[in-house]
């Protein structure tokens, strides 16, 4: 499985950007795979962003992107997508799409228990 995650870039404070990943691969199947954003500054632990479940009936977020912050996905597409509006120079990080067939519930959050992963884009917010 491939993910290939775009959309990153410089923005000011207050600005909006949408990041999107596209899954590639014969064994990817939508209906099986939790999607996730995660993202990364030098020096810190991959922090959880935003999940959404397989079927796109629920949605979690880091606490301090809510409401501002929303994640999509379109099974027909193969793709997740990451609305990010308000956004604040704390946001700045690489970000990283990321999949998870077999991951359950409790795990959401974890970056160890997803098994695919895109490259990451990079979200510079200016203040």
């Known amino acids: 499985v491939q993910l290939q995650a775009c959309g990153g870039g410089l923005v000011q404070a207050g600005g909006s950007l949408r990041l999107s990943c596209v899954a590639s691969?014969?064994?990817?199947?939508?209906?099986?795979?939790?999607m996730a954003w995660f993202r990364q500054v030098p020096g810190k632990e991959r922090e959880f962003v935003a999940s959404i479940t397989r079927s796109g009936s629920w949605e979690y977020y880091l606490d301090s992107v809510k409401g501002r912050f929303t994640i999509s996905r379109d099974n027909v597409k193969n793709t997740v997508l990451l609305q990010m509006n308000s956004l604040k120079s704390e946001d700045t990080a690489v970000y990283y799409c990321?999949?998870?067939?077999?991951?359950?519930?409790?795990?959401?959050?974890?970056?160890?228990?997803?098994?695919?992963w895109g490259q990451g884009t990079q979200v510079t917010v200016s203040s």
């Open positions: 691969g014969g064994t990817f199947s939508p209906s099986r795979y939790v």
């Open positions: 990321a999949g998870g067939p077999r991951l359950i519930l409790s795990a959401i959050r974890n970056p160890h228990a997803y098994d695919d």
